[in-house]
């Protein structure tokens, strides 16, 4: 099991939820997606989808669906539709944690059933969530406030000064490495060190990235 609750299905494949950890809003999408018609789903789904990339949600959306599913075909949308817009939220929020192609569309079509999707919804959410928008899900989800980043390196100027003098010492001649680094959040960070600093800096980033590679391939941390 991963942080975010993700479990491996039987066979080792990944699931999206483990039966302990289902979210409450997705239990009660079960007891109400039935019977749901495909323009109330459609329309449903593309609220989702729009809440995801961070447009705005205007008042009232909720009932405009219920209006609209009136209008095109005289349809009679859920009452409930507050509790399906939460449970659908939290499907595709847990889909887009998973690493793309992690989970296969049949296992995800089968939670789908077992959540009584009919297989047009089905259909409709595989369409979307393994669609060409997976990239522009992902690069939403990293503009969420509520998701842990740090800022990234934007550009980095170095040199190397060597130090012919001190007040300690009348000759040195020992090379240090000056580093610049702008921040995408704006900030600069500025070190010198000397090349046997150097040294073990590059040894323990080396470290570092190979242990974070051997954590990847555990199943504990995918998704």
């Known amino acids: 099991m991963s942080s975010s609750g993700i479990l491996s299905a039987p066979g080792g494949e990944i699931s999206l939820f483990p039966s302990t950890r289902v ?19 459609r329309l449903l789904l593309q609220l989702v989808v729009n809440a995801i990339e961070g447009r705005v949600t205007q008042d009232g959306c909720l009932d405009k669906i219920r209006r609209q599913c009136q209008i095109q075909k005289g ?25 793309p192609g992690s989970l296969k569309p049949e296992i995800f079509e089968n939670e789908l059933k077992d959540l009584k999707f009919s297989e047009e919804c089905i ?22 406030p509520s998701t842990p980043h740090l800022p990234r390196m934007e550009r980095m100027q170095w040199r190397v000064d060597v130090i012919i003098s001190s007040n300690a010492l009348s000759r040195v001649l ?7 680094m702008t921040m995408t959040d704006g ?22 990235l190979r242990e974070m590679g051997h954590l990847e391939q555990k199943s504990l941390l995918k998704g």
């Open 187 to 208: 900030s600069i960070v500025y070190f010198t060190a000397s090349i046997s600093r150097f040294h073990q800096l590059r040894h323990a980033v080396a470290a570092a």
């Open 174 to 180: 020992e090379p240090s490495i000056q580093v610049r």
């Open 123 to 144: 259909s409709d959410m595989v369409g979307v969530l393994y669609g060409p928008k997976r990239a522009s899900f992902d690069a939403a989800l990293l503009r969420e």
């Open 75 to 99: 349809q009679q949308a859920p009452d409930n539709l507050d509790e399906l817009f939460a449970g659908l939220h939290a499907i595709v929020h847990a889909f887009l944690r998973l690493e």
């Open 23 to 41: 979210p409450l809003a997705v239990k009660l999408l079960g007891k109400s997606i039935e019977g749901i018609s495909k323009n109330a789903f």
